[in-house]
Nanobody, 116 residues
Framework: QVQLVESGGGLVQPGGSLRLSCAAS????????TSWYRQAPGKERELVAT????????NYADSVKGRFTISRDNAKNTVYLQMNSLKSEDTAVYYC?????????WGQGTQVTVSS
């Protein structure tokens, strides 16, 4: 079965950093692009970053460019989101996802709270 498990969230102060991880299992992770999304309370889920299978294409939302870095380690079946210079506006539940055929898989999410 396909499973995506996010981890690494927590409470950080503005300007701080976190590294999120998404561990994948149940499919050939290395052949699929992976994205990070986030959803703040009362807001729509938004795309944060995308990375293709070979890490040859990476895209970021304008709001996180220069602060966040998406990467992956296919040998570990894991995608990462390094988040630096965190702002209160980054507070959200962060999800990873993979589209496999006509099905989109989501992790359970990990909470990131940026607050002083």
């Amino acid at each position: 079965q396909v499973q995506l498990v996010e981890s690494g969230g927590g409470l950080v102060q503005p300007g701080g950093s976190l590294r999120l991880s998404c561990a994948a299992s149940g499919f050939t992770f290395r052949t699929y692009a992976t994205s990070w999304y986030r959803q703040a309370p009362g807001k729509e889920r938004e795309l944060v970053a995308t990375i293709n299978s070979a890490s040859s294409y990476i895209n970021y939302a304008d709001s996180v460019k220069g602060r966040f870095t998406i990467s992956r380690d296919n040998a570990k079946n894991t995608v990462y989101l390094q988040m630096n210079s965190l702002k209160s506006e980054d507070t959200a539940v962060y999800y990873c996802n993979v589209r496999r055929g006509n099905v989109i898989y989501w992790g359970q999410g990990t909470q990131v709270t940026v607050s002083s």
